[in-house]
C-alpha cells in the first residue's frame, strides 16, 4: 500500500508543477484588447506585432493572403468604375468604358479571390486610363481601400506565376474582421 500512496504523492507533485508552469506562464502572457471603428487599423496593429515579435509570417501564410490580395486588388478597381459615374467622370480612352463593362461582368462570373489573366489585362488598362487616375484622385469622395493604390500599381508583380506575398503586402490587405482574434 505504502508504494501505491507514494506513486500518488509522485503524480499530485507533478500536476501541481504543471500548474504553477501554466500559471507562471499566462502571468506572463500580455493581453491586448484593441477597440475602434471600423477601418481604423485594429487588424493591421495585430499584423505588424506579429511580423515583429513572432518572426513575421511563413511561406505557407503568405501564400493564404493570395486570395484577399487579389479580392481587394478587384474590389478597389470596380469601387472606382462604379464612382466614375456617381462623379460624372468620363474615361481618358473610350474603349475603356467596354473594358469596365468586362470587368463587372467578370466579377461576377469568376471564383472569389482568383484573378484570371483577361482581368488583370482589363484592370491594369483601366488602372492607366486617365479618367480612372483623376477618379483615384478624388477617392475621398467615395470609399476605396487605403491599399488600392498600392496594389494597382504593382498588378504586373502580383499576377507573376509564382507570386509570393511580401510582409507588405500582407500589411495591407484587407479583410472585414468579425469577432474575436487571438
Known amino acids: 500500500m505504502g508504494a501505491g500512496a507514494s506513486a500518488e504523492e509522485k503524480h499530485s507533485r507533478e500536476l501541481e508543477k504543471k500548474?504553477?508552469?501554466d500559471a507562471e506562464k499566462d502571468a506572463r502572457t500580455v493581453k491586448l484588447l484593441l477597440l475602434g471603428a471600423g477601418e481604423s487599423g485594429k487588424s493591421t496593429i495585430v499584423k505588424q506585432m506579429k511580423i515583429i515579435h513572432q518572426d513575421g509570417y511563413s511561406l505557407e501564410e503568405c501564400l493564404e493572403f493570395i486570395a484577399i490580395i487579389y479580392s481587394n486588388t478587384?474590389?478597389?478597381m470596380l469601387a472606382i468604375?462604379?464612382?466614375m459615374s456617381t462623379l460624372n467622370i468620363q474615361y481618358g480612352d473610350t474603349a475603356r468604358q467596354d473594358d469596365a463593362r468586362k470587368l463587372l461582368h467578370l466579377s461576377d462570373t469568376i471564383e472569389e479571390g482568383t484573378?484570371?489573366?483577361?482581368m488583370s489585362d482589363i484592370i491594369g488598362r483601366l488602372w492607366k486610363d486617365a479618367g480612372i487616375q483623376?477618379?483615384?484622385d478624388r477617392a475621398s469622395e467615395y470609399q476605396l481601400n487605403d491599399s488600392a493604390g498600392y496594389y494597382l500599381s504593382d498588378l504586373e508583380r502580383l499576377?507573376?506565376?509564382g507570386y509570393v506575398p511580401t510582409e507588405q503586402d500582407v500589411l495591407r490587405s484587407r479583410v472585414k474582421t468579425t469577432g474575436i482574434i487571438e
Open 134 to 136: 483623376a477618379c483615384y
Open 115 to 118: 484573378m484570371p489573366k483577361e
Open 74 to 76: 478587384l474590389q478597389s
Open 159 to 161: 499576377v507573376t506565376p
Open 81 to 83: 468604375v462604379r464612382a
Open 19 to 21: 500548474l504553477k508552469e
